[in-house]
């Protein structure tokens, strides 16, 4: 029985007018191009590239904090820009990288945690003290915890105060945008595995941004590859670390540091130029890093070739 659409993006772009100095013309940056993806309910998908590719705008997107420019986007069913702010609180809430920057310093951690309740306004004091404490305790936190500062926590623990904030109001997607690349790496594997634990325990659905390739492996169950504001390969997520198909997967894949001695830094071809959202080249937007590239992939737009599960944008595929 296939599972129901918790997220579903058709035709998305997303263009921001931009400008260099006081006295620049104003150009236009594409950062999502005619995106389009569907997560079904208690999947999840991870998007992966390199920074600056746009893979944080879907995130954005789906929230509600950017509207598209063209496409729509709903969310089990609902169109997300014309739900109510609170309902849309109530269904989806966000996971963001820093949790320093995220949290108020000023403010107790109980107190943290409890604002999406109290903004909701319709749950008496001592019912959102006993969801607060329900919370905490559920992400790995005491309360005597939750009456510090996020000053007085580690990394590790503002995370998790993070976690617990978008939880409180038992959102049934969840949007995590690189929501480890701030921590130490044992501290990530145990951020991960609350993660992945109650994603199990509560159903939730996750769209996870990351530029870690290991740690995309080890959550998702899709993983769609981003680069210049498009997805240029989709797969389940074995299939795509076992057998990628686009070269950019393969690069990227190529690039990932081994911790054998003296094999140094991988060299993987792509050059010293990153790609300019500004300046998209004609053709297959990758053709000028590509190490396989022909002369059609400058001219030629890729087609999307289907795969179970997703698909591969490359002339050269098979």
Do not use: W
């Amino acid at each position: 029985m296939t599972a129901p659409i918790a997220i579903e993006v058709k035709g998305v772009r997303k263009t921001f007018l931009v400008k260099d100095g006081l006295l620049s013309k104003p150009r236009h940056v594409v950062a999502v191009d005619d995106v389009s993806f569907s997560v079904p309910q208690g999947g999840v998908l991870g998007v992966v590239g390199e920074s600056g590719c746009g893979k944080s705008t879907p995130a954005r997107l789906i929230l509600g904090l950017l509207e598209p420019s063209a496409g729509e986007i709903t969310v089990e069913g609902q169109k997300i820009l014309a739900m109510d702010r609170k309902a849309r609180a109530r269904l989806i809430q966000p996971v963001f990288q820093d949790p320093f920057s995220s949290l108020n310093p000023l403010t107790r951690v109980r107190d943290i945690v409890a604002m999406p309740l109290i903004a909701q306004g319709t749950l008496d004091r001592a019912t959102v003290t006993t969801r607060v404490e329900e919370m905490l305790e559920r992400v790995g936190l005491s309360r005597e915890q939750g009456t510090r500062l996020p000053t007085e926590l580690s990394g590790g623990q503002r995370q998790r105060v993070a976690i617990a904030r978008a939880l409180v109001l038992r959102p049934r997607i969840v949007v995590c945008d690189e929501p480890t690349s701030a921590l130490d790496v044992s501290v990530q594997a145990q951020i991960l595995n609350l993660l992945a634990e109650l994603r199990k325990d509560l159903g939730l659905t996750y769209l996870f941004i990351s530029h870690n390739l290991a740690v995309v492996e080890h959550v998702a169950s899709d993983v769609a590859v981003m680069y210049l504001g498009r997805f240029v390969e989709r797969q389940p997520t074995e299939t795509l670390f076992a057998h990628p198909e686009h070269p950019y997967t393969k690069a990227l894949l190529a690039s990932v540091l081994t911790p054998e001695p003296g094999l140094g830094v991988p060299d993987v071809g792509l050059g010293d130029t990153l790609p300019d959202p500004a300046n998209i080249p004609p053709g297959c937007r990758f053709h000028p890093r590509c190490p396989i590239a022909e002369p059609r992939c400058s001219v030629e737009r890729p087609p999307l070739k289907p795969r179970p599960g997703g698909g591969v944008e490359c002339l050269l595929v098979p």
